[in-house]
């Protein structure tokens, strides 16, 4: 049954080892970006914009009407919500009833707080239920859709749980109760569900990769996982997944995607992939043998951090990692003289920030708050200009994932109030953070250099300069989001 579900899985061959599932490559895979796999969710839903998104394909028409039932879902027309009946069934069900009651288990903190994961198991329950109907009994029990991640599950079952959480399980359970034809659920059964569910499900992000969506992929799931993985996942025509290949894999070898935010530190990733995905990453960059993805960089240098500014080491990182930049001329530059190596091993562990200046970052993060709500963007900017100088003081490492964060809202409210100038000097400071810590081909290094590309453009005079960050912005977006995307055809159509 899982097969059914996708295309174009000549490249992907399923292995059952003793305790785990994994995918192999079946053959060699010499070009950056093939499609691997080409999957529909068996079961998805909505998370963000459900007003003006069709609940089924995620587009946004002008026009979307409204399911008169529950009157919460839209679509874009008959079709798609034709296509959704069964996943919307028992989901309705729930919404109305949710509208519809105030008081008792309906006004539950539980069950509101799980609120997203009851809606995307009931529209999966629907979508078996289907399948059932149509005769292929393979696939209609939940248990043996997301059988790969059971044994993460018994292990999280087998640790002591608290009072609180069974508490939580029945409450859940009671709730679904009160939808369901029949108590098809009893609080062990849920509670192993929604544990698979939270091990085995995506996130759906949409073309900035935003999270907007959730869906079940019984293929996809079986990719595991490494911090330094070969293999992407980017979405298509709202909900159908791609598996694409990140860099040449040979035939037999493993393939994997990450499972965490690869920004986060070794620690925070591995407490996250312990306690969701049940497992410790053995993987070389959490056992401390590679810091970056790319390891021939603090081969190639030995930088002093002393004679060179941060600002300077950025632009040497992002000139550096270009294709386009002659390589032999970056290395020539007087700026090789900043200490990457140790940077990065800082990097790893998260900076130990002393109180006194820890309070002086939260109070400047608390005035860019009041600002944003104020919608005083001048003011705001000013604050988290502050907070960026205060940061880039106290972290050793320039990489630091706080710094990172404070420049990302930093730039956002600068590209508002038009400092270019300023942009483009935060800009290029967190694409090279970026190429340090992501696969080459990561969404958000297109994106941000996408955004690089611009500001060089409407501030710099060197137009080669921004022909070479646009053609780089393209290989990238090729692979991330397929060459076929508007983007990608925005700069070819630049790049003339
Ligand atoms: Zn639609
Ligand atoms: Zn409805
Ligand atoms: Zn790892």
Redesign the pocket.
């Known amino acids: 049954c899982i097969t059914d579900l996708c295309v174009g899985t000549n490249y992907l061959s399923i292995e059952s080892g003793e305790w785990r599932v994994h995918a192999k490559a079946s053959r060699k895979i010499d070009r950056v970006g093939t499609v691997i796999s080409r999957n529909p969710p068996l079961a998805h839903s909505l998370l963000v914009d459900l007003e003006s998104t069709c609940a089924y394909c995620f587009a946004k028409p002008p026009k979307l009407f409204r399911c008169s039932k529950c009157q919460t879902l839209r679509y874009c027309g008959r079709e798609c919500q034709s296509k959704d009946f069964a996943q919307h069934k028992w989901e309705c069900a729930y919404r109305s009833k949710r509208n519809g009651c105030s008081g008792g288990r309906w006004e539950d903190s539980t069950a509101e707080q799980h609120h997203q994961e009851l809606i995307l198991l009931l529209r999966t329950y629907g979508e078996l239920q289907q399948c059932k109907k149509r005769k292929r009994d393979q696939c209609t029990k939940i248990d043996d859709l997301v059988q790969c991640g059971s044994h993460h599950w018994d292990e999280m079952v087998l640790a002591p749980k608290n009072r609180e959480q069974s508490l939580t399980y029945s409450s859940l359970a009671s709730v679904l109760t009160d939808v369901l034809p029949n108590s098809w659920l009893n609080p062990q059964h849920i509670e192993g569900v929604l544990r698979r569910f939270q091990a085995n499900n995506f996130g759906i992000v949409n073309a900035m990769h935003a999270t907007i969506g959730q869906g079940v992929y019984p293929h996809g799931a079986l990719l595991n996982?490494?911090?330094?993985p070969n293999c992407l996942l980017r979405y298509r025509e709202g909900t159908t997944m791609e598996i694409v290949t990140l860099r040449p894999i040979e035939a037999g070898e493993e393939l994997t995607h990450s499972y965490v935010d690869l920004m986060k530190y070794?620690e925070q990733?591995?407490l996250e992939?312990r306690n969701v995905h049940g497992f410790q990453?053995?993987?070389?960059?959490?056992?401390g043998e590679i810091t970056v993805s790319l390891p021939e960089l603090h081969q190639s240098s030995k930088l002093h951090r002393s004679t060179a500014s941060i600002a300077d080491l950025y632009k040497w990182i992002v000139d550096r990692s270009n294709p386009y930049v002659d390589s032999s001329s970056v290395l020539s530059s007087e700026v090789v003289d900043l200490e990457v190596e140790a940077a990065m091993k800082v990097y790893n562990k998260p900076d130990r920030i002393i109180d006194e200046l820890d309070q002086q970052a939260q109070a400047f993060r608390c005035a860019a708050d009041y600002h944003r709500a104020n919608d005083d963007v001048e003011q705001e900017a000013s604050a988290l200009g502050q907070l960026v100088c205060l940061l880039e003081k106290a972290c050793y490492a320039p990489l630091s994932m706080e710094l990172y964060q404070a420049r990302g809202d930093y730039l956002s409210s600068l590209l508002l109030t038009g400092n270019l100038s300023e942009a483009r000097r935060q800009c290029t400071a967190i694409v090279a953070v970026l190429c340090l810590v992501f696969p080459s081909y990561h969404p958000l290094i297109g994106l941000q250099l996408f955004t690089l590309g611009d500001l060089e453009g409407a501030c710099g005079d060197d137009l080669q300069k921004q022909q070479n960050i646009y053609k780089w912005a393209r290989d990238v977006l090729r692979v991330s989001h397929g060459t076929q995307h508007d983007l990608v055809q925005h700069l070819d159509a630049q790049l003339q």
């Open positions: 996982h490494s911090c330094d070794t990733r591995s992939l990453c053995q993987c070389k960059r959490c056992k």
